[in-house]
């Protein structure tokens, strides 16, 4: 099973906001990059049972784990402290940041955290 790990149930082996990918019993029940928080690690004897697991490749955009802690994405707390207009600036900035970068740190990803601020002012 390569870089599977097999499971028979029991404690989530890995920290809530772990992003995984889970094989079932039933394989059209099969996962890609969830996080392990919203699965049900305990066997019940049926096609739901998770057998296998591994540790997913991070969405260094959409999801850094970094930009997370305690189950609150800093966006959203920033989007929080901050007015719609101040918010706006801060994303505006954020995409500016990106894009003067983008050749020299980042290439392609870079281009894609610069759309995903444009896209949150969108909002």
Known sequence: ??????????????????L???MFQE??????KVRADSLSWIHYG???DIIAYRLSAPDMVN?????????IECIEAIRAA???DEFRGHCKANAMK??????????DESIR??????EEMLK
């Open 113 to 118: 955290k610069a759309i995903w601020y444009l």
């Open 82 to 84: 901050l007015t719609p």
């Open 20 to 22: 995984v990918d889970v």
């Open 98 to 107: 990106y894009i003067w970068r983008e050749a020299h740190k980042g290439q």
């Open 46 to 48: 049926n096609g739901g």
């Open 1 to 18: 099973m390569s870089d599977w790990i097999e499971w028979n149930g029991g404690f989530r082996p890995v920290a809530a906001d772990y």
């Open 63 to 71: 999801a850094p784990p970094h930009y997370n802690h305690g189950g």
């Open 27 to 32: 394989p059209s029940n099969d996962l890609s």
